[in-house]
């Protein structure tokens, strides 16, 4: 096994103390794995909480800060964060107006986001929770119960964080989150399996020549494997599979948010390349791109691969999404 890490044990508690030296902005709680932004409670804004296992990153973390997240639980690798956590996370940035939980779809964190909720409504805070639900490629799989929460989660953190930070309240902030989420699909694929640290080998089998279709961001497999294939090949099944779901969202000839995201081991040369591809499917099919990220934002460590998030937007939508944001990993406008 060859890691940039001093133990398995001590993995996520390093990276946080390093995100605490590069970032000052950010209050780092490295023991109580709690990340959040120093400004939380100032200009009595909704308080935006999100989290997740480690080993995504920038997700969550990253996106703590102005015009996005006032914090985020990190769990450890691959694990969901526990209620204490998000507890604390809650009442570390409750301002009085409340405060959105935004909860991928995977079971430990639906569980304990639902009981954290709870605790905190016992302890008098208003909580809103927005289930993240985009992942087109299974129903079921061995996280979670339905579909899974993927590369959406991103557009629902920015553009609610962007409603928080203009002083929406909180069932608005809610209200544009889940409007988000309704209004985006994913597909992923991988042309490597991950390893975990605790293991310290592949999380599943993928022979050399061929990719995995439909996979999510815990290693787990997807739908499909076939013979390796060029990208622009990839990129027409992923597209394909985002379009034919995302056709019962109107309206059919409206702009989207477009983002190619890598999965931890794909550079940027080969990101950029696939989103040519992407582009090219897309203005064959007569859908209009208003805006495009492409990089690493939703990861599953070392995942060589990549997933493609459609969002369909509206006038309302995109001015949120081009709003001012500061965090680590996503900025712009300030």
Not at 222 to 243: D, N, Q, S
Request: with cysteine.
């Amino acid at each position: 096994m060859r890691m940039l890490i001093n133990s398995p044990d001590t993995v996520v508690a390093d990276a946080l103390r390093g995100m605490a030296a590069a970032h000052p902005e950010l209050d780092v709680d490295v023991e109580r794995r709690i990340v959040v932004r120093r400004d939380a409670r100032g200009g009595g804004r909704v308080g935006l909480v999100s989290g997740g296992g480690s080993g995504h990153e920038p997700l969550h973390a990253g996106f703590v800060g102005y015009g996005m997240l006032s914090a985020a639980c990190p769990g450890e690798v691959f694990t969901s964060p526990v209620p204490d956590q998000m507890l604390r996370a809650a009442a570390a940035v409750d301002s009085g107006r409340g405060v959105l939980f935004v909860v991928k779809n995977y079971t430990g964190d639906v569980l304990n986001f639902e009981m954290a909720a709870e605790l905190a409504e016992e302890d008098g805070l208003r909580v809103e929770r927005v289930l993240v639900n985009d992942d087109v490629a299974v129903t079921d799989s061995l996280y979670t119960a339905g579909r899974r929460g993927t590369g959406a989660t991103l557009f629902v953190e920015k553009i609610a964080g962007a409603a928080a930070e203009e002083g929406a309240p909180l069932e608005q902030v809610a209200a544009v989150a889940r409007r988000v989420n309704e209004s985006s699909r994913s597909f992923g694929v991988a042309l490597s399996a991950c390893t975990t640290p605790a293991k310290g080998s592949p999380t599943f089998d993928l022979p050399d020549g061929e990719l995995e279709l439909g996979i999510g961001i815990h290693g787990e497999p997807g739908r499909e494997r076939r013979p390796m294939m060029p990208a622009r090949e990839i990129a027409e099944v992923a597209v394909e599979a985002v379009l034919r779901d995302l056709a019962q969202v109107g309206p059919a000839d409206g702009p989207v948010l477009a983002l190619v995201n890598g999965m931890g081991a794909t550079p940027l040369l080969e990101l950029y390349g696939f989103h040519a591809e992407v582009a090219r499917v897309l203005g064959a099919r007569g859908v209009p791109v208003a805006r495009t990220l492409v990089g690493n934002y939703v990861t599953s460590l070392d995942m060589a691969g990549c997933s493609v998030t459609l969002c369909r937007v509206d006038e309302e939508l995109l001015r949120l999404w081009d709003a001012p944001v500061q965090t680590a990993a996503l900025r712009w406008g300030r």
